[in-house]
């Protein structure tokens, strides 16, 4: 791909991500649910418990997120 071309597909991607920010989510609320996605992710990789979770509710709504933010950076699917 020529530079120009990924210089062309970064500021869409850019202008994109600054439309979800403004019109969707917040900075913070996404930063949230980040924050949620990689704690739930910890304690199931490592095997913790955690009583007070609300893991499925956190799951989700993360994962939702997750990839709302996915179609802003790429809307297209791709299969490596």
């Known amino acids: 791909m020529r530079t120009e071309d990924k210089v062309t ?4 991607a850019s202008e994109r991500l600054d439309l979800f920010f403004k019109e969707i989510t917040g900075e ?9 996605m990689n704690y739930v992710l910890s304690m ?3 095997g913790e418990k955690d009583e007070h ?4 509710y956190w799951v ?4 939702f997120w ?7 950076l790429d809307p297209s699917i791709s299969i490596d």
């Open 9 to 12: 597909l970064r500021n869409q």
């Open 28 to 36: 913070a609320e996404m930063a949230k649910q980040i924050r949620r």
């Open 44 to 46: 199931a990789t490592i």
């Open 53 to 56: 979770l609300p893991g499925e």
């Open 60 to 63: 989700k709504d993360g994962l």
């Open 66 to 72: 997750l990839n709302e933010l996915a179609e802003v």
